[in-house]
């Protein structure tokens, strides 16, 4: 009887052996990422979503904008969130123009704009940010979409590039329309930069 | 025999301790007030993760203090320690297990919320319907076959990529080996006419690093992954807030691969058939909203309406109209808040338990002193 009742007891040791065996198989499942399939149900999406489904074929997809291409200007395929682009040259200089929707604020517009500044090559001190920030031309699309306006040129001459941008809220994502390249040709593109934001407008849009 | 013998040991004696008790009660009293102050400034979330989900935490930054996960599950030992060593089973004591057992109820069901509860959103525009639901905090990592008629989609939680870790996807026969996770970032676009180093469905050429906010929220995470498939590798680039998924070239073909905010399906269709609201004269501010929906399985189909306190329930999920916007073009979309917790009634039968309990014993207490009294010779009498 004494020895059957002993032979119930795990030993110290063995019990270390199973807390380590326990613990390797935990680790084990830990180490392995649950992969999780399911099958999604999407009804009539939004032009914008519609818009946005799926890689390159998205190109082909309806854009959730339209806008009026200024005359002298190329338009180009879209890419995914890059619904548009455009091209005008003028001898051997050439300004590219881009429309492009990100989700949220895409990392704010402060930070956009130091970006496009460290782009150009142009660094300026925190009151002359703020005063670049502030300086924003506001402006309303035909559609009544608000977008604010930063002109780069109005800035130091780099003898190179510039860039004219407006940026605004659509919905609970932000638009971006942006035009680069040389300095001499964005300021000579402003108007019809102004006049593709201007035509700007959401497709379906009006109250429901 | 065996109670007898654990009760040698000094550590049952202290679990099944009275005071043990009453300490983990005034510990849950002080963390919840100290959660609520925490709060204020920063936020539920916060306050949850700080103070109650937690095992141990730092209060005011230095005192350290039992999470109320840690006091709740001591509680629980506690109690089921006590019940099983402490407590006289007797028939005149059977109010004070219905008590217990009630108490057990509610420790269930609320560990049971605690760990498999899910509480996700669904936004929709009017006329828009879907299966599926989305998280308020985390992220995942999905894929599928843009060519494909069903969106069948493969999903990876972010926090293995995060990890560090491959992960191997069968279904498409590719495997994503994370580079770097940024739990929050900021995305620059690629200048004019720049090559693309990444393959991004927006033209994003670069992520930076972004102050981590505590309301997690307000994070938008990133990830540089290469996904390898059978004849080559792609190196991609998936931004949070950018809703157009990368088109990812793979043998046979391309995958729209997404970093979003994590999915859960339910067994059924959402639709939103209209949504309404009602504002105060003169101002924006809403004095009612609600929306209709459909609900449809390939078995039946269910209209219902849901408004402000007053949720949809249903196989399990709750409805709860949260919220809604409407945008520059009028557009309207109801936001609703989805909480699928199959313990949801355990609560309630918990407390109906411990008043049963409470009302069983006090009758019979009740009675038995009436029966004391009865049996008892009257106090003086004749000498």
Redesign the interface.
């Known amino acids: 009887m004494r020895h059957r009742s002993r032979s119930r007891v795990i030993p110290v040791p063995a019990r270390y052996v199973l807390l380590a065996v326990a613990a390797v198989a935990v680790a084990a499942c830990a180490r392995e990422p649950r992969v999780r399939e399911y099958d999604e149900v999407v009804i009539k999406r939004s032009p914008v979503e519609a818009a946005f489904d799926g890689s390159g074929a998205a190109a082909a997809a309806p854009a959730p904008l339209v806008w009026q291409t200024p005359p002298a200007w190329q338009e180009l395929p879209g890419d995914g969130i890059r619904l548009a682009a455009f091209r005008y040259e003028q001898g051997d200089r050439r300004v590219e123009t881009t429309v492009v929707m990100l989700g949220g604020i895409a990392g704010g517009v402060e930070a956009n704009v130091v970006r496009w500044l460290d782009q150009i090559g142009l660094q300026l001190t925190g009151d002359e940010l703020a005063q670049f920030l502030a300086g924003g031309e506001q402006i309303t699309t035909g559609d009544g979409m608000p977008l604010t306006m930063y002109d780069f040129t109005r800035l130091a001459s780099t003898g190179g590039d510039s860039i004219l941008a407006a940026v605004g809220p659509v919905g609970e994502q932000t638009l971006f329309v942006k035009m680069s390249g040389h300095e001499s040709l964005v300021a000579a593109a402003r108007t019809d930069f102004m006049s593709l934001v201007e035509s700007l407008g959401v497709v379906g849009g009006g109250t429901s | 025999m065996l109670a007898a013998a654990i009760k040698r040991y000094p550590v049952v004696r202290l679990l099944i301790d009275l005071r043990v008790t009453v300490v983990c009660l005034a510990l849950l009293f002080v963390l919840t007030f100290l959660g609520t102050m925490h709060q204020i400034d920063n936020g539920i979330y916060s306050a949850q993760k700080k103070y109650f989900e937690s095992f141990f935490t730092l209060a005011a930054g230095f005192v350290p203090l039992p999470g109320a996960q840690l006091v709740l599950w001591v509680l629980v030992v506690n109690l089921a320690a006590a019940t099983i060593y402490r407590f006289v089973y007797k028939v005149r004591r059977i109010g004070i297990l219905i008590i217990h057992g009630g108490l057990f109820a509610l420790f269930f069901g609320m560990f049971f919320t605690q760990y498999f509860a899910q509480e996700s959103f669904l936004s929709l525009?009017?006329?828009?319907?879907?299966?599926?639901t989305t998280d308020y905090f985390d992220w995942?990592v999905a894929m599928?076959d843009?060519?494909g008629e069903?969106?069948?989609?493969?999903?990876?939680?972010a926090g293995?990529l995060a990890a560090g870790?491959a992960?191997?996807?069968?279904?498409y026969g590719v495997e994503l080996r994370p580079q770097r996770y940024f739990a929050n970032a900021?995305?620059?676009?690629r200048?004019?006419?720049a090559p693309a180093r990444w393959v991004?469905?927006?033209?994003i050429e670069s992520l930076q690093e972004?102050r981590v906010s505590p309301d997690p929220q307000e994070n938008?995470p990133g990830v540089l992954l290469t996904v390898v498939h059978r004849s080559g590798s792609a190196e991609v680039l998936l931004y949070?807030?950018?809703?157009?998924?990368?088109?990812?070239p793979v043998e046979g073909g391309?995958?729209?691969v997404s970093l979003r905010r994590k999915?859960y399906?339910m067994p059924l269709?959402v639709?939103l058939d209209d949504f309404r609201a009602e504002f105060y004269p003169n101002s924006d501010t809403p004095s009612s909203f609600e929306s209709d929906v459909t609900l449809s399985t390939p078995q039946f189909t269910r209209s219902a309406r849901i408004s402000m306190n007053h949720p949809l329930r249903h196989a399990g999920y709750t409805f709860y109209q949260a919220s809604y916007?409407i945008?520059?073009?009028?557009?309207?979309?109801s936001t609703l808040a989805v909480v699928h917790n199959r313990s949801r009634v355990v609560p309630y039968v918990g407390t109906l338990v411990v008043g049963l309990g409470l009302a069983v014993h006090f009758i019979q207490t009740l009675v038995l002193r009436r029966r004391t009294r009865s049996a008892s010779p009257p106090a003086g009498g004749a000498a």
């Open positions: 525009l009017e006329g828009e319907g879907g299966n599926v995942e599928w843009p060519a069903a969106r069948r989609v493969a999903a990876v939680d293995a870790n992960v191997s996807i069968s279904r900021q995305a620059f676009s200048a004019g006419g991004n469905g927006s033209g972004a938008f949070g807030a950018d809703v157009a998924p990368a088109s990812v391309r995958l729209a999915h399906v269709v639709r916007a945008d520059a073009t009028g557009r309207e979309t």
